[in-house]
C-alpha cells in the first residue's frame, strides 16, 4: 500500500535496480538498455525523484542549454501511485527551476496529453512531432 509522505529529492544516488524497476512498471522500452538509461539520466541538466521510504516512485528529468530551452523527457510514477499528485508536484517542480525561460518543450502522447494540458502545456501551433525512434512502445 502506498505510503503517505513522499519525499522529492534532487540526488542523483539512485540505484540502478530501483530506476529499472521504475521503467519496466510503466513499460518503458529504455528499461532495456539499461546503462544507456542511468547515463542519460545522470547526465540530465534536473533531475527529481520520488520516494516513499526506501521505494522510488516517481522521476522526472529535464534537458535544457540552461538559458533559454527546456525539455521534459521523461517523467514516470510507479503505476502503484498514481492519482496522487506525485507526477504533477515533479513537473511543478521542474518547471520552477526553469521559469521564466523562452520554451518548455516535451512529446505527449494517450493519456499524458490530458495531464500536461492540466500543467500549462498546449500544442505547438501547427508543429507535428517527428522523431527517430528505436522502441516500440508507442
Not at 533531475?47 to 529535464?62: K, Q
Request: a negative charge; charged letters at 20%; glycine letters at 8%.
Amino acid at each position: 500500500m502506498p505510503g503517505s509522505s513522499i519525499v522529492y529529492s534532487e540526488t542523483r544516488d539512485i540505484p540502478l535496480d530501483a530506476i529499472l524497476k521504475l521503467y519496466s512498471a510503466n513499460e518503458w522500452s529504455s528499461a532495456n538498455k539499461p546503462n544507456e538509461l542511468r547515463d542519460a539520466l545522470m547526465n540530465s541538466h534536473s533531475l527529481l525523484t520520488a520516494w516513499d521510504n526506501d521505494r522510488l516512485v516517481g522521476l522526472g528529468n529535464a534537458i535544457s542549454d540552461g538559458h533559454l530551452v527546456v525539455y521534459y523527457p521523461h517523467l514516470l510514477v510507479d503505476p502503484e501511485y498514481h492519482r496522487q499528485g506525485i507526477g504533477s508536484e515533479l513537473m511543478r517542480r521542474l518547471m520552477a527551476i526553469y521559469e521564466g525561460f523562452h520554451q518548455h518543450v516535451l512529446i505527449a502522447d494517450g493519456a499524458a496529453i490530458d495531464f500536461y494540458e492540466k500543467c500549462g502545456f498546449t500544442r505547438a501551433g501547427k508543429t507535428e512531432p517527428m522523431w527517430i525512434y528505436s522502441g516500440d512502445d508507442h
